[in-house]
């Protein structure tokens, strides 16, 4: 008798052993959707707002433990308050440009992965009052345009663009961020403005959008990268690896943006 009950226990030691080695499911009780937590504060380019607006609160519901909050703003504006000091767990850049200036100011944990693309395209307002058709028509002399300062990635990408179509912009005004561009468009301060074309489409009726394709010209890539010093550099990585996923790629195809 003491024989079976000394087998019994090697083999209940046996399985519990292999149970306690076991993978927990996705999901599941013992799961990272309850053991990971913290609070992070993500620093992304004001284009992403929709869509990160959504993937934090998605992201947030599968793992309960953790709060993400969102700031939103130029690339360079975002990356200058950074580098500044700004307690920042994550940084979405609408180009690799300022990307590369965190990283020179070796301020990325590991290395930044490309998670989108977008191009820009031409923001009227409802009716198109000034009838812009194609880029050469913003070069008109009563045409009032708005575009991003130069040093925003959305700048960059409407002067590549022009100087490539030879076309010579004169803008009324110059903003911060693609969301303030839009603003002039959608407030009839501009007859139009060049937004990306995911800005468009999340305007809904308050905008027309037209497309041109010298746009092609110029595409913007997206990378994100978690940030150095952060108190919840496990949720940080977290976040980057849930944009970068299945779950990130249907939100930004379904807002417009383009694969990486």
Not at 137 to 152: K, M, Q, S, T, Y
Not at 232 to 244: G, I, N, P
């Amino acid at each position: 008798m003491a024989r079976v009950t000394r087998g019994l226990a090697i083999v209940l030691g046996i399985t519990l052993a292999l149970t306690g080695c076991a993978t927990p499911a996705a999901g599941s009780p013992t799961g990272s959707a309850v053991t990971l937590q913290g609070d992070i504060t993500v620093y992304a380019a004001a284009s992403l707002q929709a869509t990160f607006t959504d993937l934090a609160a998605s992201f947030e519901t599968d793992h309960p433990g953790t709060t993400v909050v969102l700031n939103f703003a130029g690339s360079s504006a975002l990356v200058t308050q950074i580098i500044e000091g700004a307690p920042a767990d994550v940084f979405a850049s609408a180009d690799t440009a300022n990307m590369t200036r965190l990283t020179d100011a070796s301020l990325t944990d590991g290395s930044p992965v490309d998670f989108a693309t977008n191009v820009l395209a031409i923001a009227v307002p409802p009716g198109n009052p000034a009838g812009i058709t194609d880029l050469a028509d913003l070069a008109g002399p009563d045409v009032r345009l708005v575009v991003c300062a130069p040093e925003v990635p959305c700048g960059r990408a409407a002067t590549a663009l022009a100087a490539t179509a030879g076309v010579t912009l004169t803008p009324v005004s110059e903003e911060s961020s693609v969301t303030d561009v839009l603003g002039k468009v959608t407030s009839g301060e501009a007859d139009a403005g060049l937004v990306y074309v995911t800005d468009v489409a999340a305007a809904g009726a308050a905008v027309e959008g037209i497309e041109f394709a010298e746009s092609a010209g110029a595409v913007n890539t997206y990378p994100i990268v978690p940030v150095t010093g952060s108190a919840s550099a496990d949720v940080a990585r977290a976040f980057v690896d849930y944009v970068t996923g299945g779950t990130g790629a249907a939100v930004l195809g379904a807002a417009g943006f383009g694969a990486p």
